[in-house]
């Protein structure tokens, strides 16, 4: 996951802290307003067809740092002379988005200011809870960050953010997301582990769901190929007409980056594997049938499809999860063997082939 997206830019803060009603007393307003009125500096107009320099890049951005670092000075003088007044939590609030973007635009020297000032923020149950979660992001996405830079470890980082963000707020959907990917491309004792972690939450079953399908899928290894549905053409796919086939089973949508980048493969293995007993079974989750119907033509994908749609009404997506793509192999029995089929999906093919 991009850590990037976890970046709380001012404005998102600003509109809350613009929001809050002044006080009565003129001379607690009149700072208030000159305090809301602040703007950072705007590039020059002729840098639209004369782009800047290096020098005169960084030379910009200083000043925006320089210009972010005051108003969250500011912001912080005023939560401290005036901190009974109905828009101290507001200021607070405007400080850590100041800081967020003088950091932004390298004031590095403001980092540690603005961690300690998001912790007292995110331990205050005073603040809303959803200023909270976004504040809470955002440090997330700099420790992810951090680790990426320092050649860390990334997917660590990002499962142990992942536990923690599920567990301080079970209602935000960030978490959720992290263990989801993590859990994805770990093994099977680690897509157990993070699943029930998110099974377990006590979040919204739209979140919990995410768990929940992760362990659905767990419990088929090792058990019939739960696939039955009737093929464009009429005819039916279940059991009885994969009997004896190694089947492959891809999850996907032609709105899915990576699903679609997963298809000349796929193509390529039918190519040499179907005549030796392969069958590749596909799981649409596109609404717009002509849409995949048009991928499938493009990329001459000849094996069956079920068109479920996106949602409810997609009873794989229901039940198994609609964080796709993914994939699951069964051997000729008929038996769920691997539901990572996207890693090392060839040498998987040939050894249950060879069985």
């Known amino acids: 996951m991009n850590s990037g997206k976890f970046f709380i830019f001012a404005a998102t803060l600003a509109f809350t802290v613009l929001t809050a009603r002044a006080d009565d007393s003129n001379s607690v307003a009149q700072d208030w307003e000159t305090l809301t009125n602040f703007s950072m500096p705007t590039p020059p107009m002729d840098w639209n067809t004369n782009p800047p320099t290096q020098e005169q890049l960084d030379k910009f951005n200083d000043a925006e740092a320089a210009a972010a670092s005051r108003e969250a000075d500011q912001a912080r003088q005023f939560y401290l002379n005036f901190p009974g007044d109905t828009n101290a939590i507001g200021a607070r609030l405007l400080e850590v988005a100041a ?27 005073n603040i809303p809870e959803g200023d909270r979660y976004e504040l809470r992001l955002d440090q997330v996405g700099r420790e992810i960050k951090a680790a990426d830079d ?17 567990k301080e707020f079970p209602d ?7 263990l989801t990917d993590q859990a994805m491309s770990g093994d099977l004792l680690k897509m157990h582990d993070l699943a029930t972690v998110m099974a377990d939450s006590g979040g919204p079953k739209e979140l919990t769901d995410y768990g929940t399908s992760l362990l659905n899928q767990l419990n088929i290894v090792g058990k019939p190929l739960p696939i039955h549905f009737k093929a464009e053409d ?45 069958e590749i079974v596909g799981i649409n989750f596109d609404d717009d049938t002509n849409a995949a119907q048009k ?11 079920d068109f479920g749609g996106y949602g409810a009404d997609n009873y794989y997506g229901r039940i198994y999860g609609e964080t796709i793509p993914y994939v699951w192999l ?17 040498a998987k093919i040939e050894k249950l082939l060879a069985r």
Not at 100 to 115: E, I, K, M, S
Not at 152 to 164: F, L
Not at 172 to 178: H, K, S, V
Not at 241 to 257: E, G, I
Request: aromatic residues 6%; hydrophobic residues 35%; proline residues 3%.
């Open 172 to 178: 935000g959907p960030a978490g959720y997301q992290l």
């Open 295 to 305: 991928c499938i033509d493009e990329h001459h994908m000849q094996w069956p499809q």
């Open 150 to 166: 320092s050649g860390g470890d990334v997917n660590a980082a990002e499962e142990s953010a992942g536990r923690e963000l599920v």
């Open 99 to 125: 800081l967020q973007a003088a950091v932004h635009y390298g004031a590095t020297n403001r980092l540690d200011t603005l961690d300690a000032r998001e912790e007292t923020l995110i331990d205050d149950t």
């Open 330 to 346: 069964a051997d000729k029995k008929g038996i769920v063997q691997d539901i990572h089929g996207r890693v090392d999906t060839e």
């Open 234 to 278: 009429g005819s039916e796919i279940d059991s009885t007409t994969l009997s004896n086939k190694v089947v492959l089973v891809d999850f996907w949508a032609s709105w899915c980056a990576p699903c679609v980048a997963s298809i000349p493969g796929l193509v390529k293995l039918y190519g040499e594997y179907h005549a030796k007993g392969l």
